[in-house]
């Protein structure tokens, strides 16, 4: 009889791992567990992790291939929904789920769920700011699709009826949570939408937990917002509390009693509001007559001066004014231009050559022309000698240079 089998640890483990991936119910499978002992290499891309249930735990990796493709970040204690296979990693001889999908279990699914859609209908124009409606000032009917028996449509009786008893309600009762509530609530909306007769639409429910208020994030219902051709106010809930249909309504209402509000005018307010624009207005009209009044007074008084003889009067009377202005003005002009005259006639008559003849000098003309140097006269030249009462025609016997250096005058022989 042989010995017992003698192994080597290596060996070991790979013959278990031979057997885990021999099982193909190992080898693709699906896991639901919360998150612990997680360490996320964020140079590697790697995710390393544990998941556990009320008894047991077993280790788990996602490699980088796989964690790029997640649409969240995992934590410790988020419970998750994993897909895979399950093996032993030889060098520790440990088995251990290889993790190729992850999503959010429970309420975290609901939630990626739900980011998911409001992606996709804000890519598709639902929430645009520019689709939203401005609400009517005075609605004569207001459609309210809630539940019949919920506090909601109590509130909104209650305070239309105070605030503006003259709208019509007309209510579309549906339910407004469990798996019947999306089409219902969906299927309301398109009624009223048909009817046409409304106003305005106020959609919504009292309060409640996130599930309660799930209809009013399911895509027909919010389709179904979007779609109303008459304007439409979601009231879902309290005021910390967003659905869908807040952001394809016309207008988000915190709550359906301020839906209420926002959706109606106080009628007191607004009879004092047109009390008060009725007395302006008599104040004006008042204002008018009596300004009409004084404008006529003062016709009255000055009619008298608007006669067409006193006009043509005031005309002559202008004109009189006009030409003993624009004679004066003449008269001012020719004096200053006599008083100008006399100035430049004393500043040419002390310019004359005849003032410089008085006082004892005289010009001496040779052919016509007058001399001014001796140099320009020879001995034996007839000149004509001007003075200021005659003229001298004289012959030139001699001519004597001028003497500047000396102080001599030179001396010329004229014959006469």
């Not at 639409?201 to 996130?210: D, K, L, N, Y």
């Not at 002559?316 to 003449?330: A, G, I, S």
């Amino acid at each position: 009889m042989s010995g017992p089998l003698v192994l080597t640890i290596t060996q070991i483990n790979t013959y278990l791992k031979s057997q885990f991936e021999s099982d193909e119910r190992l080898a693709h499978c699906f896991a639901v567990g919360e998150i612990s002992n997680l360490t996320d290499h964020y140079a590697s891309g790697h995710i390393y992790l544990s998941l556990k249930d009320e008894r047991s735990v077993i280790r788990a990796v996602m490699f980088a291939s796989a964690a790029r493709r997640l649409k969240f970040r995992p934590c410790n204690g988020m419970r998750v929904l994993v897909r895979g296979r399950i093996t032993v990693y030889e060098p520790q001889g440990q088995y251990q789920f290889y993790i190729e999908d992850m999503q959010p279990d429970g309420v975290g699914a609901r939630a990626l769920a739900l980011e998911q859609l409001k992606a996709k209908l804000q890519k598709e124009g639902l929430f645009d700011s520019d689709r939203k409606r401005s609400l009517p000032l005075y609605p004569q009917r207001i459609a309210v699709v809630t539940s019949p028996t919920g506090a909601a449509v109590r509130d909104i009786l209650q305070i239309t009826g105070r605030r503006w008893p003259l709208a019509q309600i007309d209510l579309y009762g549906v339910l407004v949570q469990g798996e019947q509530a999306p089409a219902q609530i969906a299927e309301a909306i398109y009624q009223v939408g048909k009817d046409a007769k409304a106003d305005l639409v106020i959609v919504g429910r009292g309060g409640g937990s996130a599930e309660d208020l799930w209809a009013f994030n399911d895509e027909q219902v919010v389709r179904a917002v979007a779609a109303c051709p008459i304007p439409v106010v979601s009231a879902v809930g309290h005021e910390t509390d967003f659905t869908l249909c807040d952001f394809a309504a016309d207008l988000r209402a915190p709550t359906p009693s301020a839906a209420a509000e926002l959706c109606t005018p106080d009628w007191q307010e607004e009879l004092q509001r047109v009390s008060s624009a009725r007395e302006r207005m008599a104040q004006l009209v008042k204002d008018e007559i009596e300004n009409a009044r004084m404008a006529l007074d003062v016709l009255t008084t000055t009619a008298t001066g608007h006669h067409p003889k006193n006009l043509v009067d005031q005309q002559y009377q202008k004109l009189d004014l006009l030409v003993n202005r624009m004679q004066t003005q003449m008269r001012h002009q020719l004096q200053l231009r006599r008083e100008r005259f006399g100035v430049q006639a004393a500043r040419l008559d002390a310019l004359s050559p005849l003032r410089v003849l008085g006082r004892g000098y005289a010009v001496v003309y040779k052919d016509e022309k007058a001399v001014s140097k001796a140099e320009a006269i020879s001995r034996g030249d007839s000149v004509r000698v001007r003075m200021a009462d005659g003229e001298l025609l004289c012959m030139v016997e001699d001519t004597v240079a001028h003497q500047e250096k000396e102080g001599e005058y030179g001396r010329t022989d004229i014959d006469l």
